[in-house]
């Protein structure tokens, strides 16, 4: 049976308001809290998996260096076992035992976004095992920027290998009662934390090679990165190339997929809006139930810390169908945004 803790009270506010007021009430929230986290570090410890909440999207955690524990993982979520996980860690000084390579480029990096939502690619070490890396001799390293996750990490006493917490293929979870709706009764634990604020996936920098590559766009844009270390900096060209419609006909994936068929609406703001209401207006005349996804064009930080829950809030209320609104490809963060709307669709685009 899944363990289900709340956690929530170990945020920075109620840390602050225990260290600078010494607020007694909110010094007891926190140690209850830290019971259930170290309960959770010690399920870790011994090879059990635990979800938990990070800055960026929950996250499903096993000891990284034992495998059979990350086997588990793959197990809960039907991850395909070719899609190598990130290794969480609390403190920089960590990363030692997870790679070598620690160029002055790559410490100002962790100086600057770490914690954070940036995941750094680098050459492996021995002690990480192959199925974390999915074979791959590289492996992804992040600091997550949560109170909780840096407690259960550093309690665990080991580095976490965790992916999204959700079954494969689904929107990623970004509140506890998706985690919930998802791994309850899969998983050792699930630590119930608040709402993730940022609500995309880490920033996936490779930094194994000669030059600095995105390998997934996030939060953290190619600008801030360019800004800190200079030089170049590319994207893989696969990001840019899944924001268009699959070359292949008929190729269709399921990443983040919602249960309804999903389109996505791309031009003019306002020509985008009478088209959805349009389309809605017509499928509802015929019985079909529809779901809108519409941000404000500017609203890249709201849109990318909502828009998986929406996805998931439409399935709840059982929609066939769901019209978005594309956000600006050419804001970072709107990109990274379009890089999931454009998965969740299957690449379904419409052009107005
Ligand atoms: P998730 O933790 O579910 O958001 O997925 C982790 C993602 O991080 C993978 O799907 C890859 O895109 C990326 N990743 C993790 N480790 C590596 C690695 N060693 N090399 C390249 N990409 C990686
Ligand atoms: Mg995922």
Request: aromatic share 6%; net charge negative; with cysteine.
């Amino acid at each position: 049976m899944t363990k289900i803790w709340d956690v929530t009270s170990l945020n920075k506010e109620t840390i602050l308001e225990c260290e600078e007021f010494a607020d007694n009430d909110a010094f007891e929230r926190i140690e209850a809290a830290l019971v259930h986290v170290d309960a959770a570090a010690a399920i870790l410890a011994q090879g059990g998996t635990v979800a938990f909440p990070t800055e960026t999207v929950y996250g499903l955690g096993a000891n990284a260096l034992d495998a059979a524990a990350v086997a588990k993982i793959f197990k809960a979520k039907g991850r395909p076992s070719d899609n190598p996980i990130i290794v969480h860690i609390a403190k920089a000084s960590d990363i030692t035992q997870l790679t070598t390579k620690l160029t002055p480029t790559i410490v100002k990096l962790i100086d600057e976004f770490w914690p954070g939502p940036l995941t750094l690619v680098l050459p492996k070490t021995a002690a990480v095992p192959d199925i974390v890396t999915a074979g791959l001799q590289t492996v992804g390293i992040r600091m997550p920027d949560d109170a909780a996750a840096l407690e259960l990490i550093k309690r665990a006493g080991c580095p976490v290998a965790a992916p999204s917490a959700n079954i494969s293929g689904r929107p990623s979870p970004t509140r506890a009662k998706d985690v919930l709706s998802d791994l309850d009764g899969k998983v050792d634990v699930i630590l119930m934390g608040g709402d993730c604020r940022v609500g995309i996936e880490s920033t996936v920098l490779d930094m194994s090679g000669d030059v600095p590559t995105i390998l997934r766009p996030g939060f953290i844009t190619k600008e801030d990165i360019k800004e800190l270390i200079g030089g170049r900096v590319e994207m893989d060209p696969g990001i840019t190339d899944s924001l268009e419609a699959p070359k292949a006909p008929g190729m269709k994936y399921t990443h983040y997929a919602p249960k309804a068929t999903m389109t996505v609406f791309e031009g003019r703001q306002e020509k985008v809006i009478s088209e959805i209401a349009r389309i809605k207006a017509l499928n509802e005349a015929n019985g079909i139930k529809v779901g809108v996804i519409i941000f404000e064009e500017k609203d890249f930080i709201l849109a990318a810390s909502e828009f998986f829950a929406r996805l998931r809030d439409l399935d709840s209320e059982e929609v066939d169908l769901i019209l978005a609104g594309a956000m600006s490809k050419n804001d970072s963060l709107g990109f990274a945004v379009m890089n999931r709307m454009m998965k969740a669709a299957g690449y379904n685009i419409v052009k107005v």
